[in-house]
């Protein structure tokens, strides 16, 4: 696949951040030459320039930003991740901050600065004009993580009863239009908006039709509080490119547009992942070794302690355990299947929870689905695992304890699996927050209990 | 976090597919009421329509189509979940199925029809007119997952001379235009894109301007053969709104929107999720039981095979655990610890692969970072558990074991969990392929042995 990637980048001879590129850009920055340096990397897109940043050492990006920093734009601030985003302002001169941010939309202002620090925020804020200082501080006042603090306020609006003929006079007339937009607003003289228009099909419509007879069926606004994974997923499911925000009086404040939504999808993706596998929801791959540890330590010393109840229930059974040794050594094989069987079940639910397709509605019947799935599966590991258990330590009774533990274990895992999410939604949490801590801690505890339990019962 | 979503779109006063909305639903079909049936389904979007569907049983579906089969219509169509799709299409009457196959646009067909069965393709084929025919017919000659299966094939272009007035005088007559588009692509005599032209520059830009002179910078084609994962990146990365495709020879064949590239985005997410937790990546919270059971037996059996190494590796200390019991208690901790470290490693390295910040320009520092990470969360853990061992036992040696055999399964974990998906990909496979599944067993194994092995040595 890598190579077939590299082929079609070929292909398309458009400038990509290949191996070579960046290979030949630490050449350049190492030899010092700003200006090998400058042809290298003008071509490429702002976004290509900003992963290069965060794909270099502390040390190279140093010396890169020494040489080329008089060429950072807008573009490539807005680009970088927000793990090295104070480091890189910290080192670009004043001058050119202040250029590269009076270019930028309210929107990737707002999300550049979001997470600094007060002292750099304040020097971004003083290099903007008051317009647009006023807007985004305006923004600033919106919940983290809102629509109001994802959307751009530069909006193209139209009273109601305009013609196509005047929208298109309106447009060519002024020239403060947003770099991209897709749709004019129609609003009602209180600034509500009330449907919008394809640029599109003002196009391919006659001069004299009314906007009113042309909106899109698919209009929907969103509240400046709504959260901005609640604004990803009503992208997502209604195929909207943009849509109209609104305050709580309903009056149209800004606008947010699918690439936003696009990223923020891609950023909920990330943390439900990362959420799962219990570690700090801001790991990047450029992290140091510091900041990795402290976004897996807290994770792993929680783990200690749950791992522990493990231990205390293996602890109850020695006695079983002295007296017949290959227990300790089949013990992991049920708890490991039903860590796994855990997992799986764990995220079918955490991501249709995500898409919203698991809901009150219908978790009753997934519940149940989950019971009968865990039980054909544990009948079937039960079967093979009871079968060869048997034959290999050719001890009948240790197979059957084997057997019932698996189905025991299974089923606990299918139900684990979908209940921690289930309840950690209804208790208003996010449902992958170290639900896989939870249910591997489950199933080890509920597997060594029924393996060793069955066992001191049946065996001994 | 649910009750304010509730709260939002009670805000909001949008259709939406509420709880209530959907026990009513459920009222409704039971009493066979289908007048009550389309009142309550008529002003839900396409998409939660489809949601619907997917959320009832079998038997509740079967009753929704037949009492509200004659209104459904491509939009609904298009966003039934794969899973189901078959089932409802059955059930649609042919001559409706017809009538919504032939409202699609081309790209829509396609991804209707290419999993369908041989005959249902062909029904829904011949529904359509010649020209629509033959162009799906032409895009699913493309290969599966591609660029040119996802495109649509209707394109507004226009030749590298025109003016704005000539594309606006362009536009105005044309009545077959696409019901979305964003952008007129530009196109040499040979018809290879050579640029493009948001709709907003043209409504804003003087009549006699040059088309060629607003073309946007970020330009950039795509192959028709191109992976549709590629395609995701390509827009998430660059920020597209629309793109060209091409096909070998360069030629314009199609256009993908950003509306199709964010659902193969989040599909593309959704196959990451299932595929680290090792279920099929077919599955679906609508599924039966049995093909729940499908999905997932088949890995939980590869992992009996993987569990039972570790099963061998603790049988080859068989005696040491019989000389000191407490061993068995306090192995899973180690395990266990170092499976949540594997998978926390793996998680950032799968995420960081899937979006191109993790590349081999950087893969050794990355592993060198996991290592260094992998020391000091080991060290810290092992000072932790080794003093706790040794108090609660009162057995120093244990604690050393305990803490030693910790540190080694620590590094393990860091570098099997960066080193399994580095290496799955550079043999051309899915990084998250089974990755967690091999990245425990590793952890496993080497936490038992480690453990056990050290014990025979120091302790017994």
């Known amino acids: 696949m890598a190579q077939e990637r590299a082929e079609e980048h070929e292909a398309e001879d458009l400038p990509a951040l ?4 960046v290979e030949s850009v630490l050449t350049a920055t190492e030899a010092g030459d700003a200006a090998l340096l400058a042809e290298l990397l003008e071509p490429l897109h702002g976004a290509d320039i900003a992963d290069l940043l965060e794909q270099v050492t502390t040390a190279e990006r140093r010396e890169i930003l020494r040489l080329y920093g008089r060429e950072m734009d807008g573009e490539i601030l807005t680009e970088i991740d927000e793990s090295i985003r104070e480091e890189v302002i910290e080192q670009i001169p004043a001058d050119v901050l202040a250029e590269a941010v009076r270019e930028l939309d309210s929107d990737d202002v707002v999300d550049l600065i979001e997470d600094l620090e007060e002292v750099q925020q304040e020097a971004i804020l003083e ?3 008051e317009t647009d200082r006023a807007a985004v501080e305006q923004s600033l006042t919106w919940p983290e993580n809102s629509a ?3 959307m751009q306020r530069e909006v193209v609006v139209a009273p109601l009863h305009w013609t196509v003929a005047e929208a298109i006079g309106f447009l060519q007339r002024e020239d403060w239009l947003p770099d991209q937009f897709y749709h004019v607003i129609l609003v009602d003289p209180a600034h509500h908006p009330v449907g ?6 003002i ?7 009314a906007l009113t007879a042309i909106t899109e069926d698919s209009f929907r606004t969103i509240s400046a509080r709504q959260e901005e994974g609640d604004v990803a997923y009503a992208f997502n499911q209604y195929h909207l490119i943009s849509a109209p925000v609104v305050d709580d009086d309903g009056r149209l404040v800004g606008v ?4 936003d939504a696009m990223n923020v999808l891609d950023e909920e993706h990330e943390e439900d992942i990362l959420r799962l596998a219990g570690v ?3 790991s990047s791959i450029s992290d140091s070794v510091l900041e990795t540890v402290r976004q897996r330590l807290p994770w792993l010393v929680a783990n200690l302690f749950t791992a522990s109840l493990s231990a205390i229930v293996i602890s109850q059974f020695q006695a079983t355990i002295s007296a017949l040794v290959a227990l300790a050594a089949l013990m992991p094989i049920v708890a490991s299947t039903g860590g796994i069987a855990g997992t799986q079940s764990l995220a079918v639910a955490v991501r249709a929870l995500a898409t919203r397709d698991l809901t009150a509605s219908n978790a009753r019947r997934v519940v149940l689905r989950e019971i009968g799935a865990g039980l054909v599966n544990g009948l079937s590991l039960a079967l093979l695992l009871g079968v060869a258990g048997g034959l290999i330590f050719g001890h009948v009774e240790l197979g059957v304890v084997l057997g019932l533990a698996m189905i025991v274990n299974q089923l606990v895992a299918a139900l684990g699996g979908v209940m921690v999410p289930l309840t950690l939604e209804r208790l208003g949490l996010d449902p992958a927050l170290a639900s896989g801590t939870f249910v591997t801690t489950l199933t080890d505890v509920m597997g060594f209990f029924a393996f060793l339990g069955l066992a001191s019962w049946v065996l001994i």
Chains 1, 2 share one sequence.
């Open 148 to 150: 109001g603090r994802l």
């Open 127 to 129: 290099a903007l004009d």
């Open 196 to 201: 919008y228009v394809t640029l599109g099909k």
């Open 203 to 209: 196009l391919s419509s006659k001069p004299e039709t």
């Open 280 to 282: 700090g929801e801001e």
């Open 18 to 21: 290949t191996e070579d590129l």
């Open 256 to 259: 947010i547009t699918i690439d």
